[in-house]
């Protein structure tokens, strides 16, 4: 019932979708769905807090176990394209709706999460910079919302035709490591 109704949250919006049309594509009645949840902020609350905890589970483990700044960004990186592959709904959600999402005080736990995985993405890259790793003029908190906007678009490029979701990873890990200028491509 959850996946559900987070694939009708994806396809029509949270805001827009009832819980007559969720209570429906799960072949129940409306009133039979309030035996599991109580409202459908309980039922939108069970999708993002899940998602978010993936995520950060992923983001913690990768800085707890992995080496330098670029392999915590690599696992970062790994780890949350596969979370998004398994929580499309949830991301359709928070893009779709975040100005809802962000006005309600039961819902406090995604600006948090936001920006503690903010705090990660950016300390990986001054500590980087720091061990002369990245560049020394990289703007850390401007890299990490390009990046991060890049890596979060809704699993759309993770479908790309003719590349598994490894192959599109290891490209985009490729480009962020390596650029794309040939190494004795010089920049004007």
Same mark, same amino acid.
Do not use: C
């Given at each position: ?10 396809q ?5 979708t009832?819980v ?8 129940i ?5 309030? /035996? /599991?949840?109580?409202?459908?902020? $309980?039922i ?17 483990a990768? &800085? ?9 960004l ?5 780890s949350?394209?596969?979370?998004l592959?398994? /929580?499309?709904?949830?991301l ?6 975040? $100005?809802y999402?962000s ?5 406090d ?8 995985i ?5 300390g ?5 910079k720091?061990?002369g790793l990245?560049?020394p ?9 390009l ?5 979060w &678009?809704?699993?759309?490029? =993770? =479908? ?7 192959? &599109?990873?290891?490209?985009?890990l ?5 650029g794309? $200028?040939?190494?004795s491509?010089?920049?004007t």
């Amino acid at each position: 019932m959850v996946r559900l109704a987070g694939d009708l949250f994806a396809q029509k919006g949270y805001r827009a979708t009832t819980v007559r049309e969720i209570a429906d594509a799960a072949g129940i009645l409306s009133g039979s769905l309030y /035996h /599991h949840f109580d409202s459908k902020e $309980s039922i939108g609350d069970e999708i993002l807090s899940s998602f978010m905890s993936e995520v950060l589970a992923g983001y913690r483990a990768a &800085v707890a176990l992995a080496g330098g700044p670029g392999a915590v960004l690599e696992q970062i990186v790994r780890s949350t394209s596969g979370t998004l592959a398994r /929580h499309r709904a949830a991301l359709a959600m928070l893009q779709n709706d975040w $100005s809802y999402f962000s006005a309600q005080p039961r819902f406090d736990y995604l600006r948090k999460a936001l920006r503690e995985i903010e705090r990660i993405w950016i300390g990986q890259l001054e500590l980087g910079k720091q061990a002369g790793l990245f560049r020394p003029d990289l703007d850390a908190k401007l890299t990490y919302r390009l990046l991060q906007d890049a890596l979060w &678009v809704p699993a759309q490029w =993770r =479908r790309t035709r003719g590349y598994s979701t490894d192959q &599109v990873v290891d490209g985009f890990l490729r480009i962020l490591f390596d650029g794309i $200028s040939a190494p004795s491509f010089p920049r004007t």
